[in-house]
């Protein structure tokens, strides 16, 4: 290890013409094996089933995912600071029974019914984040109880039967089914992302070099610029040869962009990358650290709970076995493949994306085939031990390069 | 030592319990000058550390910043008023990169987003004038040396141009290259005008970079030595306790 210290630059290091955007390409790179494995496995189930690879497919499928990812998002926020919620799927399943329930039974405007779901889901997680850090209970527990008692009270509130169904004219159950962004809505937005971003990252390198720090070249933010075109506009396009983009899809990508901007760039989201990195250590640097960690545990049931209400939109229905602990399992391993790590400090947003993509591909593939339905979790569990492996030898490598 | 000290320690006295680890000691830092403290296990050194850092409360005694009495209730405090403090440890986040750990906690920011340009900038500077090697400024603190690392921390306690440097063990986990590396740190932030204090129970160290030699032996201060004349001997024997001696720029 002490090679690096009579450096490959002579002055202090950052001085190489790529390390200001070293991260940035260490983050793309991560993210390499999964697109590969998403590619991998669309080109065998195309191969397997002509009809994979379809628009028609391919926006049921997003369409499925779209409340997975919602879930998988708040499991990516807890598990950057270093925590895991194991309740998640109950909570989903709380927060449909009560807004079925409230909607259909009780008469309540959706939009309260809707609110107070979410509210139910925020109150589970900010009682964790208290039993956490003012007991000291290890979150893995304090979260089992919740799954628990949220299974019961789904019951509960279901009670006397099993099934609640939400009339087919109510709102949520179109904006779930039906609603899809007009293609116009849909590539309009892309275009303002796409040269939104090119702005922003011409801005940057402006300040970049005014500052005589290392910055891209012309050429590669135009060729980033011109690649993030190409990969938004593409699916998009293909997508609208079909239904669309779903409102649901469109809400994930959204929460996800908003959740990636927060994590990278502001304050708070520093202090979570820094807790689940190492506690004392953001402690001491003066960050609000139970105020953190109750944040991320209330953001995650809340958005457990807006996934059930969308669910329970989606089939029209709440019943008894919605939630469950199958789909907290899958939120947990959907993260780890996209990326973030199960012991805290590293991970993005967008690992959400990428992980529940990895996980409907194989399931949504597998139906297409015909495959007995027992397949579906071996080959899911397969990838996720492959994730975890390529992550620990990937990370061991560069502790190993001493970078 | 004309100029008066930027911080003083006045009768700093302090108990666990039944345990009285720090007695009517005194500590005086000058700026362009090392002190280090040095001696046995449970001496009291740490928790010397603990009171110069605001992570500890003395139960009697004052602290003096610029003729001054502060009283230092935390650690945020204690940097407020100029009292940096490197732990033995770090307090680094492995999965942060260099910029990001040298600003934890004290992130400059443009509106509500932070400004990761002003802070990459000002990393540079703070790094070249430590003269510190890193690979990359955006490099994960966990792929660095030793040495780097303590490079990295050292840098951070300078953000906000403190005027006392209180470094705890900075030694104590390193190799020979890295070891020199970090004393070359040490020499240069005493040459850009700062007070170090160096706790260490490393001898060779202290005799490579410190101005003065502060002793303590059971919570008291048992001899301050002028490290440029006091022999390795005296200091030693001040450790150990068997010749008790108080001689040379005493404070």
């Known amino acids: ?403 | 030592m004309t100029h008066p000290p930027v911080m003083s320690l006045r009768g700093i006295t302090h108990s666990f319990g039944a345990v009285r680890a720090l007695v009517d000691v005194d500590l005086d830092v000058h700026a362009h000058e090392v002190v280090a403290v040095v001696g046995d296990n449970g001496a009291g050194k740490s928790t010397l550390v603990g009171v110069m850092s605001g992570a500890l409360v003395p139960d009697a005694g004052e602290v003096v910043v610029d003729g001054q009495e502060v009283l230092l209730r935390s650690p945020g405090l204690a940097r407020q008023l100029g009292i940096a403090t490197v732990f033995q440890d770090l307090a680094l986040c492995e999965d942060l990169d260099v910029v990001e750990n040298l600003f934890l906690g004290q992130e400059v920011r443009r509106g509500p987003v932070l400004d990761e340009v002003a802070m990459e900038r000002e990393a540079l500077r703070l790094l070249a004038q430590l003269s510190a090697r890193v690979p990359s400024v955006r490099t994960p603190v966990s792929g660095l040396s030793g040495g780097q690392r303590q490079a990295v921390a050292v840098a951070r306690a300078l953000v906000g141009e403190p005027r006392v440097l209180v470094l705890d063990e900075p030694t104590a986990a390193l190799g020979v290259t890295q070891t020199a590396e970090v004393l070359n740190l040490v020499e240069r932030v005493r040459d850009r005008g700062y007070g170090v204090v160096l706790v260490s129970q490393n001898m060779a160290d202290v005799q490579a970079v410190a101005d003065r030699v502060v002793v303590l032996r059971r919570g008291r201060v048992n001899g301050v030595f002028d490290a440029a004349s006091a022999s390795y001997e005296d200091i030693i024997a001040a450790i150990t306790g068997v010749s008790p001696q108080r001689r040379g720029g005493a404070s």
């Open chain 1, 1 to 403: 290890m002490s090679a690096p210290v009579v450096g490959r630059a002579g002055l202090p290091g950052a001085h190489r013409p790529d390390a200001g955007w070293m991260r940035g390409s260490d983050r793309d790179l991560r993210s390499l094996p999964v697109l590969a494995a998403l590619v991998a496995l669309a080109l065998v189930f195309q191969a397997l089933n002509g009809a994979y690879l379809s628009a028609d497919n391919l926006v049921n499928l997003t369409q499925q995912a779209a409340t997975t990812g919602i879930i998988t998002l708040g499991m990516v926020l807890v598990l950057m600071v270093g925590q895991v919620d194991l309740s998640v799927g109950a909570v989903s399943g709380l927060a449909a029974a009560v807004v079925a329930v409230a909607v259909a039974r009780a008469g309540w405007p959706l939009v309260v019914a809707v609110v107070a779901a979410i509210a139910v889901g925020a109150a589970f997680g900010a009682g964790y984040g208290w039993m956490y850090t003012r007991l000291g209970v290890p979150s893995f527990v304090i979260t089992l109880a919740g799954l628990l008692v949220g299974i019961g009270l789904q019951v509960q509130v279901l009670a006397p039967v099993a099934t609640v169904n939400l009339p087919y004219e109510s709102s949520l159950v179109r904006f779930a089914q039906q609603a899809f962004l007009h293609p116009a809505v849909s590539l309009g937005v892309v275009a303002v992302v796409v040269v939104g971003h090119g702005t922003l990252a011409v801005l940057e390198r402006r300040r970049r070099l005014a500052a005589q720090l290392p910055a891209r070249s012309l050429g590669a933010v135009l060729l980033r610029t011109a690649g993030l075109a190409v990969g938004l506009g593409l699916p998009v396009w293909y997508l609208n040869t079909s239904r669309g983009v779903g409102g649901m899809v469109a809400l994930f990508i959204g929460l996800v962009w908003v959740a990636d901007v927060v994590l990278r760039r502001t304050r708070w989201g520093r202090s979570v990358r820094a807790i689940g990195s190492n506690v004392e250590s953001a402690r001491r640097a003066g960050f609000p650290v139970r105020r953190v960690y109750v944040a991320a545990f209330t953001a995650c049931a809340a958005l457990a709970a807006l996934a059930g209400v969308l669910q329970a939109g989606r089939v029209a229905a709440a019943h008894q076995g919605a939630g469950g602990a199958e789909l907290t399992l899958t939120a947990i391993a959907a993260a780890v493949i996209g990326g973030t790590s199960l012991f805290g400090g590293r991970g993005s947003a967008w690992s959400a994306v990428l992980g529940v993509g990895v996980i409907h591909a194989i399931g949504s593939g597998l139906t297409l085939v015909n495959a007995d339905g027992s397949l579906r979790p071996i080959v899911t569990g397969v990838v996720l031990a492959l994730a975890v492996t390529v992550d620990a030898v990937s990370r061991r490598s560069r502790a190993a390069n001493g970078r």
